[in-house]
């Protein structure tokens, strides 16, 4: 913990001329008791590396900092926001450390061993494909503490027959535990968005799929739900299609929002075989 107290985040935002931008899909997170109660959702961080996304001026950093996690790894492409991050570090030795790169071109398990944890207030633009790359090598993470819109959220832990289930959900729910933790309105933020926002939490399954499973299952989703309106017969043409029903058991008449996770899972587990 430092010594000296820290200037408010505002102060420093306001000294270094730091506002959100919309091409960055930045909307700051600064109230304290907010901040401090997302950390907690990713339980208890003694000795856990936390990689931390789009920190931004550093609000959800020092609650993070606030825990016993081992270190934070904050990555921030926004050159603007590197030196408040770099001061904040300063009151952390080694225990904060600032990577200054883009996040959608980072592995980020090469960050820190593990135990390691992702929590992070995502920047809107790049939430979903950040999740399905983490998703491809959940094995490595312990959980992932994420907040979105509260239209992706709910599309991510949706259950079938509902209009939010999707390829999103699918995908999650095959390699982790997934529960909508808390809802945070657009006051909440600066500037606030136009929409709700909420903290999703995902718990890595103990087993994972290989990595060509994944991408045969990626394959699988898109087609079905590509064309959603569509019977299963005709959207998995291209994958077997009726052969491939008939062998999972599944009627070729059914749509992809009526089918379980395993189903699909099933699905991808035959493509696969005749793939090998």
């Given amino acids: 913990m430092p010594d000296t107290p ?4 505002r102060a420093i935002m ?30 208890d961080l003694r000795g856990r590396h936390v990689v931390e996304i789009g920190p931004g001026p550093g609000g959800l950093t020092r609650a993070l900092l606030e825990t016993p996690a081992e270190t934070v790894h904050a990555v921030e492409i926004d050159q603007r926001a590197w030196p408040l991050l770099e001061d904040l570090a300063a009151y952390y030795p080694h225990r904060l450390h ?8 980072l592995d980020a398990t090469t960050l820190s ?5 992702i929590v992070a207030n995502l920047p809107y633009n790049v939430g979903t494909p950040l999740l399905i790359g983490w998703l491809r090598q959940a094995a490595q993470w312990e959980r992932l ?3 979105f819109q509260a239209e992706v959220g709910e599309r991510i832990c949706a ?9 999103l959900a699918v995908l999650a729910q095959w390699c982790a535990e997934c529960r909508l933790l808390m809802k945070i309105p657009p006051g909440a933020f600066t500037p606030p968005p136009k929409v709700d926002s909420v903290v ?17 299952m990626e394959r699988i989703t898109a087609l079905a739900f590509g064309q959603r309106r569509k019977m299963l017969r005709s959207s998995l043409k291209a994958a077997g299609g009726e052969a491939l029903l008939e062998r999972a058991g599944i009627a070729p008449t059914r749509r992809a929002e009526t089918l379980s996770v395993a189903e699909f899972a099933q699905l991808a587990a035959l493509v696969r ?4």
């Fill in 200 to 216: 999703v939490g995902l718990i890595p399954h103990a087993e994972q799929p290989e990595p060509a499973l994944f991408r045969t």
């Fill in 6 to 9: 820290l200037p408010s985040l």
């Fill in 159 to 167: 259950a079938p027959d509902t209009s939010a289930y999707g390829r």
């Fill in 273 to 276: 075989e005749d793939q090998a």
């Fill in 98 to 105: 600032i990577v200054q790169a883009d996040a959608t071109r």
């Fill in 145 to 147: 503490t994420l907040m």
């Fill in 14 to 43: 306001t000294a270094h001329g730091l506002d959100a931008r919309k091409s960055l899909g930045q909307h700051f997170l600064l109230d304290p008791g907010i901040t401090a109660r997302i950390a907690g959702l990713a339980g």
């Fill in 113 to 117: 061993p593990t135990p390691r944890q």
